[in-house]
């Protein structure tokens, strides 16, 4: 467990034990406690100053991410923890160099001005180094500084502990995990097989897959790789150089225990898969891909519930941890499905999904652990990873417009522009149904090898039978229904009793009493894979409020991807049609409405200024229409229909006599 405000040497007590702080290693993404009992330390203190937090405490920094439950075992690897001497070497300059920089300049500590000198400055040579760049100088300052001056950020974590570890294909590297998980990770000590003999049949079982898939399980690994694949696990170090034969077997059992749960939903395992698989609606509407999550039991291997997303850009999200536990927790509709019930730890990784408050809030309400685990470390969750390689060989490969696991990158083995959309020819109904029958029918009922070759549904069955009270139901208190991983606060509240969320109306009566009230805003919890309803907060009243029956759109389902294309493909069938625009033709002209009735009025009202002297008249407008163009050659006979004079014939007007030019007139 990790909490905040904690110091080193620090008492606390959990139940009736006392423990000392050893320890404390902040970094970037979570802050780790290494602790002791207290009677175990050389130093006992009988009236230590405990710190005992209540369980309303506890659960507020759990909600909050100031606490978190983690395995009960070291997060980091043994192997990782020991360092080499060049390591401990570079990792004592830097911390001097970065040291030094600080202490003489202590503001404007990546200036490049200042980085020059504290380079000029420092004895490279003491430490058998040359001088190092600006810009990597800069960095070992800035990450010293963001991780909380940890020296061990200064250097990398070595490649030594990890070595060898990529030379095989990713299909050699699942085998040799399912064989782990099979034969090593196990309760019973009859089918339980040491690591040599496991070792044997790796490299048997490989040795045939290399005939029949040469590309796939190109190279047959050697015993010490597959030892050094061991040392992944929690404590195997310890194990195999530093105790006896039966301190192994113990500790060895202890390690499975950590692992696997005794009883049915002891401890499960949850995680999300993506799936390059392209879904379509009822009306053949592309909805996108896939991204589920999956929760197994350990004891029995037995799945225990699940959840679906759908989406062109779909991820994992709150809503699919929350949906996911609701369906382990509740009783299936399927009746060839019995897994159910209460789990009493439940492992997930440290994603968006399994951090958020409102999944927390209902893991910790039903009383569930709610245990994070490292994000980069599958193995942390071995049961869950085997079943997702079972699923993509032995159902998904089966589905038309599969195509692969490689969802976003690396897809050489697509053609150039092949997408999901393509290939999508399965409804999420379809998906749904088919993955319950394989579930169901085919993984359920088949034997395991980490059960002695024994069905899980089988051994389902036998536990429980032989303790019924396995199976934990909620509460009558707890409501499922009212947690939803998306929140809107102070959503507005219309007067008739409804609320528009994601262009959906929810209406209620308990909603209409609220606007009656007065009450303006409330709080609105959704989900975007179950949109048949929301939930409403206000005044500390909760109330599930489905949506508007007008609203519903033939052949969807409840899925936000299904309703945002049936609304957009309405009418489809139709068409599009470009906008019209009224406009109004008359054969003669018409001196009624409104607009003709303005004019006469204020031309009405000047006049009547006009006439009292308030307002002179308006300037008379020239009408530049009637303009004559003086270079047109009819310019002439314009002008003279314009004065209304006719033109004289001087031929034919006897009166004007001729007179000669220059002379007397």
């Known amino acids: 467990?990790?909490?905040?405000?904690?110091?080193?040497?620090?008492?606390?007590?959990?139940?009736?034990?006392?423990?000392?702080?050893?320890?404390?290693?902040?970094?970037?993404?979570?802050?780790?406690?290494?602790?002791?009992?207290?009677?175990?330390?050389?130093?006992?203190?009988?009236?230590?100053?405990?710190?005992?937090?209540?369980?309303?405490?506890?659960?507020?920094?759990?909600?909050?991410?100031?606490?978190?439950?983690?395995?009960?075992?070291?997060?980091?690897?043994?192997?990782?923890?020991?360092?080499?001497?060049?390591?401990?070497?570079?990792?004592?300059?830097?911390?001097?160099?970065?040291?030094?920089?600080?202490?003489?300049?202590?503001?404007?500590?990546?200036?490049?001005?200042?980085?020059?000198e504290s380079i000029m400055l420092f004895d490279w040579q003491r430490y058998g180094s040359s001088?190092?760049?600006?810009?990597?100088?800069?960095?070992?300052?800035?990450?010293?500084?963001?991780?909380?001056?940890?020296?061990?950020?200064?250097i990398n974590l070595g490649a030594a502990s990890h070595k060898c570890e990529s030379r095989f294909t990713q299909e050699t590297e699942d085998l040799i995990n399912d064989f782990f998980t099979d034969y090593y990770l196990i309760r019973s000590d009859k089918t339980a097989k040491s690591v040599n003999k496991i070792a044997d049949l790796i490299r048997s079982k490989v040795t045939q897959l290399k005939k029949v898939k040469p590309h796939e399980y190109p190279k047959v690994p050697s015993k010490a790789s597959i030892y050094r694949r061991l040392n992944t696990l929690e404590a195997e170090l310890i194990i195999n150089k530093t105790l006896s034969k039966q301190s192994k077997k113990l500790l060895r059992y202890k390690l499975g225990r950590e692992f696997i749960g005794e009883n049915p939903l002891e401890r499960i395992e949850m995680d999300a898969i993506y799936i390059n698989l392209g879904i379509n609606n009822e009306s053949g509407a592309y909805l996108g891909t896939l991204v589920v999550m999956v929760a197994i039991d350990t004891c029995t291997r037995c799945i225990v519930g699940y959840s679906i997303s759908v989406g062109k850009k779909v991820s994992e999200s709150a809503d699919l941890a929350i949906e996911c536990l609701k369906n382990i927790v509740a009783p299936k509709e399927n009746i060839y499905w019995p897994c159910h019930g209460v789990p009493i730890k439940l492992v997930t990784d440290a994603t968006t999904a399994a951090l958020g408050n409102e999944y927390k809030r209902m893991a910790l309400d039903l009383g569930?652990?709610?245990?994070?685990?490292?994000?980069?470390?599958?193995?942390?969750?071995?049961?869950?990873?085997?079943?997702?390689?079972?699923?993509?060989?032995?159902?998904?490969?089966?589905?038309?417009?599969?195509?692969?696991?490689?969802?976003?990158?690396?897809?050489?083995?697509?053609?150039?522009?092949?997408?999901?959309?393509?290939?999508?020819?399965?409804?999420?109904?379809?998906?749904?149904?088919?993955?319950?029958?394989?579930?169901?029918?085919?993984?359920?009922?088949?034997?395991?090898?980490?059960?002695?070759?024994?069905?899980?549904?089988?051994?389902?069955?036998?536990?429980v039978s032989d303790n019924p009270l396995l199976i934990c139901e909620p509460s009558p208190q707890f409501m499922p229904e009212k947690f939803r991983g998306s929140v809107s606060i102070n959503h507005t509240?219309?007067?008739?009793?409804?609320?528009?969320?994601?262009?959906?109306?929810?209406?209620?009566?308990?909603?209409?009493?609220?606007?009656?009230?007065?009450?303006?805003?409330?709080?609105?919890?959704?989900?975007?894979?179950?949109?048949?309803?929301?939930?409403?907060?206000?005044?500390?009243?909760?109330?599930?409020?489905?949506?508007?029956?007008?609203?519903?759109?033939?052949?969807?389902?409840?899925?936000?991807?299904?309703?945002?294309?049936?609304?957009?493909?309405?009418?489809?069938?139709?068409?599009?049609?470009?906008?019209?625009?009224?406009?109004?033709?008359?054969?003669?002209?018409?001196?009624?409405g409104l607009q003709v009735f303005k004019k006469a009025k204020a031309k009405k009202a000047e006049k009547k200024e006009q006439e009292t002297g308030r307002k002179t008249p308006k300037r008379t407008k020239v009408d530049n229409s009637k303009s004559i163009n003086m270079n047109s050659s009819n310019a002439r006979d314009k002008i003279m229909s314009a004065t209304g004079t006719t033109e004289v014939d001087v031929s034919k007007n006897s009166v004007i006599s001729k007179f000669k030019v220059g002379g007397r007139i």
Request: charged share 30%.
């Open 1 to 116: 467990m990790t909490c905040v405000n904690l110091k080193e040497g620090m008492k606390f007590r959990i139940d009736e034990s006392l423990y000392v702080i050893d320890a404390l290693q902040h970094n970037s993404l979570d802050n780790s406690i290494y602790f002791s009992p207290l009677d175990d330390t050389q130093t006992k203190i009988p009236c230590a100053k405990t710190k005992v937090l209540t369980r309303s405490e506890l659960m507020r920094k759990l909600i909050n991410n100031e606490a978190g439950f983690y395995e009960n075992k070291t997060y980091q690897s043994t192997v990782d923890s020991f360092l080499s001497d060049a390591q401990v070497k570079e990792q004592e300059m830097w911390h001097n160099f970065v040291e030094d920089h600080i202490a003489r300049h202590s503001k404007n500590l990546t200036k490049i001005d200042n980085i020059d």
């Open 131 to 154: 001088y190092f760049c600006r810009s990597t100088c800069q960095a070992k300052v800035k990450k010293y500084i963001d991780s909380n001056k940890d020296p061990r950020s200064l």
């Open 368 to 463: 569930v652990m709610p245990v994070v685990t490292e994000s980069g470390t599958p193995w942390k969750k071995p049961f869950i990873e085997s079943f997702f390689r079972t699923l993509r060989r032995e159902f998904l490969a089966e589905l038309p417009g599969y195509l692969g696991s490689k969802t976003r990158v690396n897809n050489a083995h697509l053609e150039q522009g092949e997408t999901a959309e393509l290939h999508a020819v399965m409804t999420l109904q379809e998906f749904d149904e088919e993955l319950q029958k394989f579930i169901t029918e085919t993984y359920h009922k088949s034997g395991h090898g980490g059960l002695n070759h024994r069905s899980p549904i089988d051994v389902w069955h036998n536990k």
């Open 493 to 592: 509240l219309y007067k008739n009793g409804s609320v528009r969320l994601k262009n959906e109306k929810y209406v209620s009566s308990e909603l209409k009493e609220l606007s009656m009230s007065g009450v303006k805003t409330v709080d609105c919890f959704y989900s975007n894979i179950d949109t048949s309803s929301i939930v409403v907060k206000a005044n500390e009243a909760i109330f599930v409020v489905p949506i508007r029956a007008a609203n519903h759109h033939d052949e969807t389902g409840t899925q936000r991807a299904e309703i945002d294309v049936a609304r957009s493909n309405q009418f489809s069938e139709s068409d599009a049609s470009p906008r019209e625009r009224y406009t109004y033709q008359s054969s003669k002209k018409t001196k009624e």
